[in-house]
């Protein structure tokens, strides 16, 4: 688009902002000024600030699914917000059945933008009678194609090595709903009657499907077509091919063949294309097919059915008026498309955009407070975790910033390892490192599990000799959390085969522990877990069994003025209000929910300063505080603040409540400075956290647990930012 408008309009200057889903990113033309990180969310603050102070005269923006990072690309919205311009969106995908997120974001994306594009008139019915968009906002402009003369398939072969042939052709990124085996299933009918015919199927594996599965597609391909005995009539071509070789291989083809799998794809690029180009098109009856290939101007064949398939192929092949007539309507057809045209049209949107604007401020644009904006979260510095991690695992204790190898190793930590670095990979970042450490901390997890007993060792030497048959309860419960989370949110089949077998196996021995603590852990790692697997039986059964013990704690300890489950206030207090809330959400349980909600709230108030805004004082380690008796206020550790952040942003979730958020804010804030003694713990000079705060100063020690407390905490308000905008934007 952008060059077609610079062709175009010489007086226009187009720049172009990519979304880069790899750390390294991509080799952009000099059209490209800014590049965007897709998991990210600060990069798109910075791509608005980017935009407006450059002046900027017009955004338009290429909305997809599966492109911006957040639930569902909400972290798109980040950016409009903050742009000072008229927004054009061409909306790439609009859903029939959206789920709840993606329904939320696009509405948000049309909210934000002065005029939306569609492709297929199905988008401007979709768009009013879904989601709610006035008619006259939307803009129907066609997919853009290159201008490609009319031309005898029999030029181009010569260039491929199949002149004399037949040829059929597929192309695009490949995955699975591309429907290419039922192409190859319709074969050998087609070969039968056409023996020269050779099948091109051009273009690499889809770079997502290479990161999970690796080319298991494609050679499922390939040894269907051996089975199928046309492995000689088949050609792949596993690239990414030029534009101009793109054009060749498609003036190539006798008969174009999109096999999709999916009725519900609203644009189809390569369809375009290959119907612009005057190509003889079959295809299965997807939206936009069905509406571009209308009035003859291709041929639809049923999903999955290779035998109707092959008998059109063969129909269009037996008679030569027919399949050219077909070509020559899709081609006249097609020259609405080319990007002359296009380019055009879209000069008209953007004129109505910038004239349409000037009546009228936007939403979202006025100052914010504070109070709506909260401060910047620091940058994420991993240098002190990867100095804490060896080859075996996270290293226990450190001297100051030097990891102390005398104490060696503990699971407690690794797991809590673990479950930063599955953050990691959800957020996008460190990227092919966050594998690297998952793996790691998982090995060592792997490695303290004791089969004899079902539980988890806890400490080990740094010899590597294990100093117990089994660790603490809580340390099991804590395992169980880590491998939960990881089953839940990570998309890689190894890590997910290993701890899916530790977590069965080590889930049962659970229900014979005492630890209030390692029934939260738990809780909170069940939840984790079935939010994937939620059919599992026995692991619901485990959850409502300490769900309700967990309950009747509650129910039998608190009173009008100690709302709590025990008698004493120790360590990681908030996981026990947290759980109640997570179960009471999804068994569902008013009650547990009910008793979530009171105790974090009594907990929060009681580690808060009595001033207006007062600070966050977490329970002190020295003595903690028992019911009845006195409060210990040192020595504050960052566990209790990375257990509250977890808590209140979970009431958060489950609330909408904006002041829980705020109360998440605040006990992070500890970390940063805002505590009893205004010094920061977390250390950004090495990425590092303080392992506690005495009464006269920070505990000068960097160890694990510290610092996993202050990064879990930083990467969950990260993972939390997207529902919150979205929640802003709704109530605005």
Not at 199 to 207: D, E, M, N, R
Not at 358 to 378: C, N, Q, S, V
Not at 539 to 547: F, G, H, K, V
Not at 696 to 719: H, K
């Amino acid at each position: 688009m952008c060059e077609a408008i610079a062709a175009e309009f010489s007086d226009i200057t187009c720049i172009a902002l990519p979304v880069n889903d790899v750390e390294a990113g991509y080799a952009y033309p000099r059209r490209v000024r800014f590049e965007l990180s897709e998991k990210d969310v600060k990069s798109y603050r910075r791509a608005a600030d980017f935009l407006n102070i450059n002046n900027v005269d017009l955004a338009c923006l290429q909305f997809e699914y599966g492109i911006f990072g957040g639930r569902a690309g909400s972290h798109i919205l980040t950016l409009l917000k903050e742009l000072r311009m008229p927004i054009v969106t061409t909306l790439h995908t609009i859903l029939h059945e959206p789920n709840g997120d993606q329904k939320r974001v696009l509405e948000q994306v049309a909210a934000l933008s002065d005029r939306l594009v569609v492709m297929s008139e199905r988008g401007i019915e979709f768009l009013q009678d879904i989601y709610g968009v006035q008619p006259e906002k939307i803009d129907f402009i066609p997919h853009g194609i290159p201008d490609i003369p009319f031309v005898d398939p029999s030029f181009h072969k010569d260039l491929f090595g199949v002149e004399g042939k037949t040829v059929l052709l597929s192309f695009g990124l490949l995955s699975k709903n591309k429907g290419i085996e039922t192409v190859i299933e319709a074969l050998p009918a087609i070969v039968a009657r056409y023996p020269n015919v050779v099948y091109i199927v051009l273009g690499a594996t889809h770079p997502h499907v290479i990161q999970q599965e690796g080319e298991t597609y494609r050679l499922s391909l390939q040894w269907l077509a051996q089975k199928n005995n046309v492995e000689s009539h088949v050609v792949f071509y596993n690239r990414f091919v030029s534009l101009e070789e793109l054009i060749q291989f498609i003036g190539a083809a006798d008969i174009y063949i999109t096999p999709y799998l999916d009725a519900a794809q609203i644009t189809s690029g390569t369809l375009a294309y290959t119907l612009g180009a005057g190509k003889a098109v079959i295809s299965t009856p997807y939206w936009y097919a069905q509406e571009m290939l209308a009035d003859e101007r291709g041929a639809l064949v049923p999903f999955r059915d290779a035998v109707a398939l092959a008998a059109q192929v063969v129909d269009l092949l037996d008679d030569e008026s027919k399949r050219h007539a077909m070509r020559k309507r899709a081609y006249l057809f097609g020259r609405a498309m080319v990007w002359q045209q296009v380019a055009r049209r879209y000069m008209e949107s953007f004129n109505q955009a910038r004239v349409e604007r000037r009546h009228f401020i936007p939403p979202g644009f006025a100052a914010r407070a504070l109070d709506k904006y909260p401060g910047e979260l620091p940058p994420l510095k991993l240098d002190h975790l990867h100095h804490m991690t060896d080859s075996t695992g996270m290293i226990q204790h450190a001297t100051f910033t030097v990891p102390n190898y005398i104490d060696g190793y503990c699971t407690d930590d690794n797991a809590r390892a673990l479950i930063v670095s599955t953050h990691l990979a959800e957020l996008g970042l460190e990227n092919g490192e966050a594998m690297s450490l998952s793996t790691r901390y998982l090995a060592f997890i792997n490695f303290a599990f004791n089969a004899e007993t079902s539980r988890f060792r806890n400490f080990m030497n740094y010899q590597r000799n294990w100093l117990e048959k089994s660790g603490s309860d809580d340390s099991h419960g804590r395992t169980l959390w880590a491998l939960g989370t990881l089953l839940g949110r990570t998309n890689t089949p190894s890590l997910q085969s290993m701890a899916g077998w530790l977590f069965e196996q080590a889930l049962p021995a659970v229900l014979k522990t005492n630890s209030p603590r390692a029934w939260a852990f738990t809780l909170i790692g069940i939840h984790e877990y079935l939010l994937r697997f939620d059919g599992d039986r026995r692991a619901n059964q485990i959850r409502d069994e300490l769900a309700n013990r967990l309950l009747g704690l509650y129910q039998n300890n608190c009173s009008d003025d100690w709302l709590w489950y025990e008698d004493d206030l120790s360590y990681c207090n908030a996981a026990l209000p947290q759980a109640m809330l997570l179960c009471g959400q999804s068994i569902p349980d008013a009650n547990m929910t009910k008793a979530g909600l009171q105790s974090l709230g009594w907990l929060a108030n009681l580690q808060r300063t009595d001033a207006v805004g007062g600070h966050f004082v977490p329970i002190g380690s020295n003595g903690f505080y028992k019911r009845g008796g006195e409060r210990a206020r040192f020595d504050q550790q960052p566990v209790e603040v990375q257990a509250m952040v977890s808590a209140c942003l979970e009431a958060f979730r489950i609330t909408t409540d904006k002041s829980w958020y705020k109360e998440a804010r605040r006990a992070f804030e500890w970390f940063l400075g805002r505590n009893d003694l205004n010094l920061p713990v977390y250390d950004p000079t090495t990425g590092g956290c303080r392992d506690g705060l005495h009464a006269d100063r920070p505990n000068q020690n960097q160890g694990a647990e510290s610092t996993l407390a202050f990064l879990q905490s930083v990467l969950e308000l990260r993972l939390a930012e997207n529902p919150l905008l979205l929640m802003e934007s709704q109530t605005a």
